[in-house]
């Protein structure tokens, strides 16, 4: 490349100044709409919370999606996942061509009684939004909204997934939706969750793995039952177990690199009923584990199923292990985690936008990321005044609403950049 004289040079600083001032007046407007359609997006998020929906259940709260997304003149692409109602996605259309960026809010609520004493609360026993998937499907609707009002200046389509089911467990709705197409065409995808951990104007992103792979093992361990005061006459299975509760933690301490990030918890040990002086027939034994390099889970994997087989051979019992990797870790691409950086300091303050720790819980817009390059990021709903720093999946798990107008702002911010490519960290 030949060499820029001082003249060149000048033009390419101008040119850039121009192009960051133009960027700027943008990412103000998406901030100035988002600011006016507030009102909007928490009416949204108390009508969710008011009616919330378990996983593959959110048939009014999808319903309710398309008729808030017709209204802004998006194309409904599909409704109806996993032989189900749940589910949406739709697509908005900019005024110019371009790619395809996609945004993703779950929908779901947990099997909860609410605590919390607000006008919103859920009205259907034993069912609340308490991770704040109520917020994400509100915020996404704002996003949508804001879009729909700068749609002529998009170069390109977004894509909107409103996912049922990430608090499944087994059954994935984003794997669901992904393997039904819901990502063909996408060139990227971005994800929110708010966090009630982080205060209330603060955004925390990180680059490569963030969230945890989840894995869980079911064992029943078969010895032989008989008289405690006759153990040569059984085979006790207690033994066996115990041996296993510690010899696990060992494999995370002697067969994982301490530069690695592994954990493996026993939550379940059941032997026997209430009878002081039996040995039980067998021990059932659940547990997880949680790790961020798939190559450390292929490692615990093996290690356990070796641990497991070797140590009851040792104790003289048979063994059933169901071994299930139930979500893969959320691995975020660099480049498109410094575009939502970038948003996100440009709307934020850079002040506000920090680098997240690894978190051991996992998420299933896991699956998402593994198809197209994407950022699973988190925006600060904590505020000990309004008690909306409890943890999530807690009985009085609350959000800010002050947050929301900002969260719908990051969303439709992180498509145009990625849209325009405009914004690179
Ligand atoms: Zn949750
Ligand atoms: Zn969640």
Redesign the pocket.
């Known amino acids: 490349m030949p060499e820029l004289t001082s003249s060149d040079s000048f033009i390419v600083e101008v040119k850039e100044s121009k192009r960051q001032k133009e960027v700027g007046i943008l990412l103000e407007k998406i901030r100035k709409l988002a600011t006016s359609n507030a009102e909007e997006v928490v009416a949204l998020r108390h009508h969710f919370h008011t009616f919330p929906e378990r996983s593959w259940e959110e048939v009014e709260t999808s319903k309710k999606v398309v008729d808030v997304l017709k209204g802004l003149g998006c194309t409904i692409l599909k409704t109806g996942f996993g032989g189900t109602e749940s589910g949406v996605v739709a697509e908005l259309k900019g005024g110019k061509p371009g790619g395809c960026v996609a945004l993703r809010a779950d929908m779901d609520a ?1 099997p909860l009684q609410e605590e919390n004493a607000v006008p919103y609360a859920s009205q259907t026993p034993c069912v609340m939004h ?2 704040g ?1 109520d917020a994400h499907t509100a915020m996404l609707l704002g996003a949508a909204k804001i879009l729909a009002e700068i749609r002529d200046e998009l170069p390109g389509t977004v894509r909107f997934l409103f996912q049922p089911a ?2 499944s467990g087994l059954r994935s709705g984003a794997k669901a939706m992904l393997d039904e197409g819901a990502l063909d065409g996408v060139d990227s995808i971005g994800g929110l969750h708010v966090w009630s951990l982080a205060p209330t104007g603060t955004v925390l992103y990180r680059s490569g793995p963030v969230m945890a792979a989840a894995d869980a093992w079911y064992l029943t361990i078969k010895g032989k039952g008989g008289h405690g005061s006759s153990p040569e006459n059984a085979v006790d299975p207690t033994i066996t177990a115990a041996n296993l509760v510690l010899n696990l933690q060992a494999i995370v301490g002697r067969e994982v690199s301490a530069r690695e990030t592994a954990v493996v918890s026993t939550g379940v040990v059941k032997a026997g009923e209430t009878v002081f002086n039996i040995i039980p027939d067998s021990v059932t034994m659940n547990g997880t584990v949680r790790t961020f390099n798939p190559a450390v889970q292929d490692t615990l994997e093996a290690a356990i199923r070796r641990v497991i087989a070797g140590l009851c051979a040792a104790g003289r019992c048979e063994f059933e292990l169901d071994y299930r990797r139930n979500l893969p870790a959320t691995i975020n691409d660099h480049a498109v985690t410094m575009t939502a950086k970038s948003v996100c300091e440009a709307m934020m303050g850079a002040e506000n936008v920090k680098e997240t720790e690894l978190i051991m819980g996992s998420e299933d817009f896991s699956y998402f990321e593994r198809k197209v390059p994407g950022t699973f990021f988190f925006l600060g709903t904590g505020n000990p005044e309004k008690g909306t720093n409890n943890p ?2 807690h009985p009085k798990f609350n959000v800010d609403d002050d947050a929301l107008p900002a969260g719908a702002a990051l969303l439709a911010g992180f498509a145009w950049a990625r849209l325009t490519g405009e914004v690179r960290g």
């Open positions: 947990l308490a991770c998937h990430e608090e999530h999946h």
